[in-house]
């Protein structure tokens, strides 16, 4: 009898204490799984390519390859420099027109993840720092645009749809611009007016001061209808209704321009990314 009761008693305890036992079944718990990651160990030309391309009236050339040191890969991070080569010399950059880049003394490296790493939504971010801000004419950038694109390289037949229309739309996530001194940077979902070339860059636009000589992680999500910023995962800036202008694939875009003729004040600035990563919710 007495052994009969314990077993009983067993079986009850087991039974009351059923549901603090985990069920393999059980659904995980909802959260960003990194689907993307580089860390940029090498240069992996399954996830970026160079983009030799004139916009915005830029002043510098960008060159493929790391040439002259523009775009260099070394001790686990990538190093997007604008350089100073001392005398003007012949650019091959075109802008969408088809016009030739005039000829320049500044070069520079961009890279785009464009027909390699593209994603619907979910979370891009990016750990990087930017030393010696402010400084007249510098540019660098950390940002995102649509898939159909039809700025060079074009390598897919539907790469048809011009800037900012659905499937060309713009998102920037760090934008350092020196008019507005250093340390501080801008982030933003471009808002299409409805037309090529249509683009309002102040609706939907954050501008802050953030330490831009140390690392800091640079992000946008989509969530519930909103385009969420963060630095350092902390939410910084939320758009309202923005993503419905953002159905498509997008593609990652890291570079550092010249936005102007000014000189500048030492013969090279980087922008030193330690890794790129996208995330999707699940």
């Known amino acids: ?58 002043d510098q050339c960008y060159l493929p390859n790391n040439q002259l040191n523009t775009r260099e890969v070394s001790d686990g991070t990538l190093k997007l420099r604008v350089i100073d080569i001392g005398e003007k010399r012949p650019c091959d950059n075109l802008n969408k027109f088809g016009e030739q880049h005039p000829d320049t003394q500044y070069v520079a490296g961009r890279i785009a993840s464009k027909n390699r790493q593209e994603f619907v939504k979910g979370k891009w971010t990016a750990r990087l720092k930017v030393e010696n801000s402010g400084q007249p004419g510098m540019f660098p ?29 713009e998102i920037d996530i760090f934008e350092h611009h020196s008019d507005g001194g250093p340390d501080h940077y801008a982030a933003r979902a471009i808002k299409s007016l409805g037309y090529c070339g249509g683009g309002d ?36 800036f939320r758009t309202l209704d923005a993503d419905d202008q953002f159905p498509e694939s997008l593609f990652a875009i890291l570079n550092f321009a010249k936005i102007n003729d000014s000189p500048m004040t030492s013969r090279d600035w980087v922008m030193e990314v330690d890794w790129v990563k996208h995330e999707f919710w699940h």
């Open 201 to 236: 860059w102040q609706a939907l636009m954050l501008v802050r001061q953030a330490n831009l000589d140390h690392f800091h992680d640079y992000s946008v999500e989509w969530s519930e209808g909103s385009i969420v910023f963060r630095l350092d995962e902390i939410e910084v």
């Open 1 to 58: 009898m007495k052994l009969a009761l314990s077993t009983i008693s067993m079986a009850l305890m087991l039974y009351a204490c059923s549901d603090s036992i985990p069920n393999e079944k059980s659904p995980a718990a909802k959260g960003w799984q990194v689907d993307f990651f580089d860390d940029f160990d090498t240069f992996n030309t399954d996830n970026w390519q160079d983009q030799m391309i004139w916009v915005n009236s830029e």
């Open 141 to 169: 950038a950390w940002w995102l645009l649509g898939a159909q694109n039809n700025e060079l390289p074009v390598e897919e037949p539907d790469e048809i749809v011009c800037w900012p229309m659905t499937g060309s739309g």
